[in-house]
């Protein structure tokens, strides 16, 4: 058995969305991303796609979300993968829509994130 560190992976390659949801699994089962450290950590493991979101959200001064979390419930286990989530508040960012969404969650699409009055910002998460 060959074991890879996936810490050490670049992130600029291309690598499109399966790839990269593998990547964070991976990661999280290394208990690389297993929780927020700083905004620094979060850009480097975060999908590129993100990008914009995580600098939008750091202008406001929030908290650093959990990179690449796995959302899961009691009942069935794994819902989805977040790109980007605020575990405490119970809020998520993710590019492939989930089918179920666990009650008490507020998530949403990259689009719905950035929109000026429908998005993070009017959903009572205040700066951190």
């Keep these: 058995m060959v074991f890879v560190?996936?810490?050490?992976?670049e992130t600029d390659m291309a690598a499109d969305y399966e790839d990269i949801q593998l990547i964070n699994r991976l990661r999280r089962e290394?208990?690389?991303?297993n929780c927020p450290v700083n905004w620094d950590e979060d850009f480097k493991y975060a999908d590129p796609a993100t990008q914009g979101v995580l600098s939008y959200v750091r202008s406001l001064d929030?908290?650093?979300?959990s990179v690449g979390f796995e959302l899961t419930n009691t009942g069935s286990g794994h819902i989805c993968d977040l790109e980007l989530?605020?575990?405490?508040?119970?809020?998520?960012i993710y590019i492939k829509k989930p089918t179920?969404?666990?009650?008490g969650w507020s998530l949403f699409s990259i689009e719905e994130a950035l929109h000026p009055t429908e998005g993070l910002k009017t959903q009572n998460q205040l700066p951190f």
Excluded: C, F, H, N
């Design 5 to 9: 560190s996936l810490e050490t992976i």
């Design 30 to 33: 290394q208990d690389i991303t």
């Design 62 to 65: 929030y908290r650093v979300p």
């Design 85 to 92: 989530a605020w575990t405490d508040i119970r809020e998520g």
């Design 100 to 103: 179920i969404v666990p009650a």
